[in-house]
């Protein structure tokens, strides 16, 4: 029996260039395999651009530079080797909006299962009627939606379709869930409705999570990651970051006296 990884995400010496500004410095993260981790820090402190270089996403912009390795699940996902499609099946990536294709609700969930020809078997319409219950019983949609599955997807709550966003990632079978504010459009019943959504995903996913909610981050982690101007400044259990930060700046910004 193969010998189950530490760590689901790894860095070494990661630097990030936009052009001729550099937004990450020597960033070298150990990210637990299973568990959930928040990424905390001031606006522009490099945590969308360290979540987004995590599945390759950030290369859409044809002026990123990056030195350094990224390993997800023992595999250095900037080897020129590799295929970013690959990268994109195993990393999923949830956004602050939701975004839900303008299909219907079970197109929406089906659609990366699809796109990715599942392995290059045919499915059947009894094989993704299965997955398509399997993913919304995951994300808690399955009883809303069950009898509605031809509607359009973009009908739903803002809730539902952020709900929905990850259900769409699920059929692909991705090991990790990077999520780049993913209540930052919902109210607070909503919001709340997410992060208990994402606690249940727990043990299931690494699960990477950005957010400027201090109380979201202490809720919803069990680990986190404080950054400032694109360095790491200290990455803890999340109850000790919170009662006993041990870096001055993490206690600053905790403590709001800036950010």
């Known amino acids: 029996m193969a010998k189950q990884k530490k760590y689901a995400i790894e860095t070494a010496d990661l630097n990030l260039w936009y052009g001729d ?18 990424l905390i820090g001031p606006s522009g402190c490099g945590k969308t651009t360290f979540l987004r270089a995590t599945n390759r996403i950030i290369e859409r912009l044809g002026y990123v530079r990056t ?5 997800v699940l023992g595999h250095n996902i900037l080897a020129p080797e590799v295929e970013i499609v690959q990268v994109r099946k195993n990393v999923g990536m949830v956004f602050q ?22 392995g290059g078997k045919k499915i059947t319409r009894a094989e993704e009627d299965r997955v398509v219950e399997e993913a919304l019983k995951t994300v808690l949609l399955w009883d809303k939606t069950k009898d509605r599955l031809g509607q359009l997807a973009t009908q739903l709550s803002l809730e539902e379709q952020q709900k929905l966003c990850i259900a769409r990632l699920l059929p692909v079978k991705p090991k990790v869930l990077l999520m780049d504010e993913p209540c930052s459009a ?12 994402i606690w249940t ?54 403590e709001g006296r800036y950010g």
């Not at 500004?21 to 928040?38: H, M």
């Not at 950054?227 to 600053?252: C, I, R, Y």
Request: aromatic residues 6%; charged residues 20%.
């Open 21 to 38: 500004f550099q937004a990450l410095f020597d960033v070298n993260l150990n990210i637990k395999e299973g568990r959930i981790t928040s």
């Open 67 to 71: 030195t350094g390795s990224i390993h």
């Open 97 to 118: 909006r939701p975004n839900p294709l303008p299909l219907s609700i079970r197109d929406n969930v089906l659609f990366g299962l699809r796109l990715h020809k599942n």
């Open 186 to 197: 919902l109210d607070p019943k909503s919001t709340s409705a997410v992060e208990e959504l």
């Open 201 to 254: 995903l727990r043990g299931q996913y690494t699960i990477l999570i950005v957010t400027h909610n201090m109380a979201q981050a202490r809720r919803a982690s069990e680990e986190c990651i404080f950054m400032l101007h694109g360095k790491v400044v200290e990455h803890t259990n999340t109850g000790s970051m919170f009662v006993s930060p041990k870096q001055p700046e993490t206690a600053d910004y905790i």
